[in-house]
């Protein structure tokens, strides 16, 4: 009795066995959703052709006097007001889903350079002391890097948050030179770019969907062997994500105390002070979902 049973046993295993195989095989093989259209016109074009647009010695800006820092501004102006038309209008990165184009990552790279481009910019206006205007140049700077990533997977969210951190350290320096008006611009145009974020749960989930159209059933097989060490990857990323919004969201909140005290000759005594008039809503802190903490 004991063996029919034991082979009884064996049986719905090995059927069992099959059915999660073919349930496994049947998931990884099918395809995920298509991916939205693009806007028309897409504002990404236009940041990819300004990137191809630019000088080659952009990424010189902070070693450069003011008469060659004049000239490489005044090369990039062209460039720089087609970037700045580009923002205006809806951006979404264009993917592959077909397999990993080496295209993709050179327009990567050229979005990098115009960050840098708009750093030079504001440098330059910074210099003859326009600092007004040299504040939206860096301003402009962390929108283009949260535009660049809209609609990518993890590698536009690194790249987008490379290029944040350009506007944003040089925005850090000048913030306590503004006077109350350029703080409030400046923190109205932070803010507003802020609510337009993706969320990285969605990057993360379109990661995931074009891995699986990338590299088909055998990079789903990879991925799962590869399960924990990927997963951390991701976790590290998302980590680098949070890092660069929390210090911008600290910043946020600097430039609006900074334009509460300079306005009402005394210093806010906490966040809700600034709201709704410095600030639209208290930030958020991106990692806890609480409020960021008050200086």
Known sequence: MARPLAKLLTGF?????????????????????????????NGYDDLVQAGQMLAENTG????????????????????????????SRPCQVPLDF???NPSYF????????????FAAEGRLRELENRLGDAADSYVTAIRLGIATSNGGILIDSLVGVAIEAIGTVRLEKLAPTLDA???????????????????????LER??????????LRGQIARLVMFKSLRQSEQRIVGRVN???????????????????????????????????YLKAIPQNPTTGTNMAYP
């Open 207 to 216: 990661e995931r969907a074009w891995s699986r159209r990338a590299y088909g």
């Open 106 to 117: 050179t327009n990567l790279a050229k979005c990098k350079y115009v960050a840098q481009a």
């Open 181 to 203: 008006k350029q703080c409030r611009q400046a923190a109205a145009a932070i803010e507003s770019s802020d609510a337009g974020r993706e969320p990285v749960t969605a990057i």
């Open 98 to 100: 077909s397999h990993p």
């Open 60 to 87: 010189d800006f902070s070693t450069l006097n003011e008469p060659d820092l004049r000239i490489l501004v005044a090369k990039n102006a062209d460039a720089l007001k087609l970037a700045r038309t580009g923002l």
């Open 243 to 277: 890092a660069q919004q929390s210090r911008e969201r600290t910043l946020l909140i600097q430039l609006a105390s900074r334009a509460y005290e300079l306005e009402t000759g005394k210093p806010a005594k906490n966040l809700a002070d600034l709201v709704p008039a």
């Open 13 to 41: 295993f090995v059927v069992a066995v099959l059915l999660v195989v073919a349930t496994l095989i049947f998931a990884l093989t099918q395809p995920p959703p298509a991916p939205p259209p693009l806007p028309k016109p």
